[in-house]
């Protein structure tokens, strides 16, 4: 190969390209005049200053109630961190000055030293539960789930329960158990599976917010972002965790009624002696008092109901027979108004005939005719007349 002789330039001697004929751009700031140079620093402070003003402000706005309980809650993060990871070094390692910890979940439930809980109010999963599952399984777990011990999540009133497919349905949380906030459809997934052949899973706490706080309730409605997938019920659930000690007594009643096992809708009718479900925006941000107008005649309502046919059955506990003692005490008020109008309606319910109130409870539905919903409709209106007409009320019952 022939060797190349061309001399070398000298590379101060090579033009810049970048250069156009007026070399002034290319003047050092500090040769420039110094009405040019202060010019030119003059324009790079308002940059700054204008890049400053720009910054938006992060910091959540709180209630001085919320702050009072986070001056308890953000301590009892770190003094939980702590006592676990003494307890349990073998699988809780605390981090971050004791501010976090890494949880060897995997260790945990194969061990069954710590068992992890899901919450009440977490969104249900679909195919994407299998789909995950399937991918931690192959490729492994690549992000952590995140917990909050036991002690946090009965601070903050977020009710723990065992996961769909955990076949462990009967134990209660103890004090050195974890509830999940994010990861329940991975660890539902996993809990349908054998825990010898679990992969290697990890946990961590949330991180604070702006503030430094530790505000859960709006950590987990942040995380589950797909409210799609959430029915009205669950709302209720989040409506009572962030109300607080200030939340309606008429949530309380409904989350008891689901609870003990009665439908949405006839939770709400009984709840709000109304004709329908309180639907999700009114669950929201919907006005309590208005939405409760009537709880205190509700309750009392309710208990005479129990008295009458009692909680066996599901003559209460589904939408339709609810529905119809809503829509006669609407009539009632109606007519009498709120205070003559209960003592009227405790009347009538407690005047039902047992042959009435059996014939109710042991209805039953007819092929091509009345469903049981019906039947039992019919018979309480028709103990509703016979009670107007005692009464010498005009209530017509259309």
Excluded at 118 to 141: E, F, P, V, W
Excluded at 291 to 313: C, N, P, Q, R, W
Excluded at 366 to 374: A, I, N, P, R, S
Aim: glycine share 6%.
């Amino acid at each position: 190969m022939a060797e190349n002789n061309a001399p070398v330039q000298d590379l101060q001697e090579i033009p810049n390209a970048n250069h156009s004929e007026d070399q002034s751009s290319s003047i050092n700031p500090s040769e420039q005049p110094e009405n040019v140079a202060s010019s030119v620093q003059t324009d790079t402070d308002k940059k700054i200053k204008s890049s400053a003003k720009k910054t938006p402000d992060y910091n959540p706005v709180y209630t001085q109630e919320q702050l009072d309980l986070f001056a308890k809650t953000d301590l009892l993060f770190e003094d939980e961190v702590n006592r676990l990871g003494k307890e349990l070094p073998d699988y809780i390692t605390p981090f971050n000055g004791g501010k976090n910890m890494i949880v060897d979940v995997t260790k945990c439930v194969q061990d069954g030293k710590v068992t992890i809980f899901g919450c009440k109010l977490n969104r249900t999963h679909g195919g994407d539960q299998t789909k995950t599952g399937a991918s931690i399984m192959t490729y492994g777990a690549q992000c952590p789930i995140l917990v909050v011990p036991k002690a946090v999540a009965d601070a903050f009133g977020m009710p723990m329960v065992h996961f769909s497919n955990d076949p462990d349905q009967t134990s209660k949380p103890s004090e050195n158990d974890l509830m999940a906030i994010d990861g329940h459809g991975r660890l539902n997934f996993l809990f349908s599976i054998e825990k010898e052949k679990w992969p290697q899973i990890f946990a961590i706490l949330p991180s604070p917010d702006h503030l430094g706080h530790y505000n859960i309730v709006k950590f987990f409605s942040e995380i589950n972002l797909n409210l799609a997938a959430w029915k009205s019920e669950n709302y209720v659930q989040k409506r009572i965790l962030e109300d607080g000690v200030k939340s309606h007594p008429g949530w309380l009643f409904i989350q008891k009624l689901l609870q003990s096992g009665y439908k949405y809708q006839a939770a709400c009718e009984l709840a709000t002696l109304k004709t329908d479900r309180v639907k999700a925006s009114e669950v929201n941000s919907g006005n309590a008092k208005d939405i409760f107008k009537y709880h205190d005649v509700a309750i009392k309502v309710f208990e005479t109901l129990v008295k009458k046919f009692g909680e066996d059955s599901d003559t209460l506990k589904t939408k339709c027979f609810p529905l119809e003692v809503s829509r006669l005490w609407n009539l009632i008020v109606d007519a009498k108004g709120k205070d003559d109008g209960q003592t009227l309606m405790l009347k009538f319910i407690e005047n039902i005939s047992e042959a009435t109130s059996t014939s109710i409870l042991q209805a039953k539905g007819v092929k091509g005719g009345l469903t049981k919903d019906q039947h039992r409709v019919n018979l309480l209106d028709d103990a509703f007349k016979a009670f107007v007409a005692l009464e010498g009320l005009n209530i017509k019952l259309n």
